[in-house]
Structures are given as structure tokens and as C-alpha cells.
């Protein structure tokens, strides 16, 4: 049966930006609510210092807590070989912290859509870095997942296989066996495209899943296209709300993810913008239908 996880989406800043908020902290919050560990995040100003992560990591453990996969945003579709080079580094950085956290899975993306790369140079840069760092994680028992993204939140550009049909061929590129796909539904309704034909097109593929719903504040996707591009962040039209409560169909999910036998592995919610009050009915929900999807 899926196990879950919480991601601190809402103390991205404090945890991350300011220091406002200790790990410590969160992890205490997140004891609170019924998950089974916990999705990590790279930029975590604690985890900067590797001293910090033996300490941190017993924290994490001390509250009965796993830390499974590490959500990190490597860009390899910068022209530039030299650029790419330091983002490879960077990516074996964040491998090291997931094998210090006892993680399974490690988080990378493609990179940037910038203007002046096209679509067959992409998909090459992205797929050669993926397969040198894959051989890296591979020694170190780690599984590197791909997340069919919408944009980091300190990136220019929206995500490089953003879209599906780019997605799925960058997914085929990689040679490595070390290599799955984190499914996240509501990245495909930003798109503009359908979640269950994404889902459907590389569910035995599909390792770990981000379990969001978003939501338009305003406007339609079509107006979300016109300004993705060239600003750094989210759109602010866009917002995460309650799982369970948004556009995406869990119930098709969860039968798609159990035809294919995703039985042992890991949900991350990431939601809790709201408070963790909001959270924790999103937990609730998760768990509500891992039960139904997989014990009745």
C-alpha cells in the first residue's frame, strides 16, 4: 500500500529564504498529522551545512518520520556545457543529502524553456546530464525521478518538458535503470492538457507522486500561457488548494497507479498553503482513498 508524505509548501520561505522557522520546527508539525515521512527539500538553509544532516536526520526519525525523496531543481538546458557541468555537480550534492537522510528517491528536472535552445538540443542536454548523475546515484542506491514540472519558483522560465509530448520523449531518452518518473496530476492541468492521458502514457514508469490541486484564481489556462514566459516564479493567477477539492480525479488516479501495481511506494502532498489545518484534511482525504484504491 502507497505510504505518504508532507511537503512544507507553505514555509518555503521560512525555511528556505529567511530562517524564520527551524527544521526542527516542522518536523514537530508534521509529526502531528497521519503521514509516514516526510519529502525534503535542498535548499533548506540547515541542509546547507552537511555537519547539519546526521542531527537533522535523527530529528526526523525520533518522531517515528522517514525522509523517502529529495525535491530539488537542477537546470541542464543551458546552452552552455560549462553551465550544465556545474548543474551535475550541484545534483551529486543533493544525491549525497539523500543518502544522508536514508532517501530512496532523488528529484530532477529538465531545465528551463529557454527561447534560444530547441526542442532536440533540450531533450540531448537534459538526457546526457540525467544519465551522468544517474550513474552516480546508482552506486549510492538512489533512484532519480523526473517530475513533469511547471516551473521552480526561482525560475525564469516555465519547465523545459513541460509539456507532455516533450515530457514523455526526454522520459525515453534517459538510458539509465535508476530512473522513474514523480507523477504530479495538477502540473498536467497547468499545461493545458489532460492528467490521466500523461498518466496513462507512463504509469509503469511512475515511482513517486506529488498529490496536489490547483486552482485558477482568475482568467483561463490560455491567459496563463501568455505570461508564463520571462517572469521569475509562479504565475500569480495560480494557487494550490485542498486535495481532494481542485480539478484532478484521484479516484482515476489511484486505479490507473494500482493497475500498475504502485503498491510499495510514496505520495507527497504537496498542499498546506492555507495552514496545516488545510494539510492535515488533505492527508485525511490521501489516506481515505489509498484505503479504498487498496484494501477494500
Not at 13 to 19: F, H, N, T, V, Y
Not at 87 to 112: H, N, P, Y
Not at 198 to 210: D, G, I, Q, W, Y
Request: glycine share 8%; proline share 3%.
Amino acid at each position: 500500500m502507497p505510504k505518504l508524505a508532507a511537503f512544507p509548501k507553505l514555509y518555503m520561505q521560512a525555511l528556505c529564504k529567511d530562517g524564520t522557522m527551524s527544521l526542527a520546527e516542522w518536523i514537530d508539525l508534521a509529526a502531528e498529522l497521519p503521514i509516514d515521512g516526510l519529502e525534503w527539500y535542498a535548499g533548506f538553509l540547515e541542509m546547507q551545512d552537511q555537519s547539519n544532516w546526521k542531527s537533522i536526520r535523527g530529528k526526523v526519525e525520533e518522531r517515528g518520520l522517514v525522509v523517502p525523496m529529495m525535491c530539488c531543481s537542477p537546470d541542464f538546458t543551458h546552452p552552455d556545457a560549462s553551465f550544465r557541468a556545474e548543474q551535475i555537480e550541484k545534483e551529486k550534492f543533493w544525491i549525497d543529502m539523500t543518502t544522508a537522510m536514508g532517501g530512496q528517491f532523488c528529484r530532477v528536472l529538465s531545465g528551463q524553456r529557454r527561447p534560444e535552445v530547441d526542442r532536440q538540443d533540450g531533450i540531448q542536454f537534459a538526457a546526457e546530464c540525467i544519465d551522468i548523475c544517474a550513474a552516480y546515484a546508482q552506486k549510492r542506491g538512489v533512484t532519480l525521478i523526473i517530475e513533469n514540472h511547471y516551473k521552480d519558483d526561482f525560475w525564469t522560465y516555465p519547465e523545459f518538458a513541460q509539456m507532455m509530448d516533450v515530457f514523455c520523449e526526454l522520459v525515453a531518452a534517459v538510458k539509465a535503470a535508476n530512473f522513474g518518473v514523480n507523477y504530479d496530476p495538477s502540473n498536467t492541468i497547468l499545461a493545458g492538457e489532460d492528467p490521466l492521458e500523461l498518466l496513462r502514457r507512463v504509469s509503469s514508469k511512475v515511482v513517486t507522486m506529488h498529490a496536489s490541486d490547483r486552482f485558477l484564481v482568475e482568467g483561463t489556462i490560455e491567459d496563463l500561457r501568455n505570461e508564463e514566459g520571462g517572469v521569475e516564479g509562479y504565475a500569480k493567477r495560480l494557487s494550490h488548494g485542498e486535495v481532494g477539492k481542485g480539478l484532478n480525479d484521484y479516484d482515476a488516479i489511484f486505479s490507473e497507479l494500482k493497475r500498475v501495481g504502485f503498491d510499495d511506494n510514496w505520495i507527497s502532498i504537496e498542499d498546506g498553503v492555507e495552514g496545516m489545518d488545510q494539510l492535515a484534511r488533505s492527508a485525511e482525504f490521501l489516506q481515505r482513498k489509498i484505503q479504498e484504491h487498496w484494501i477494500c
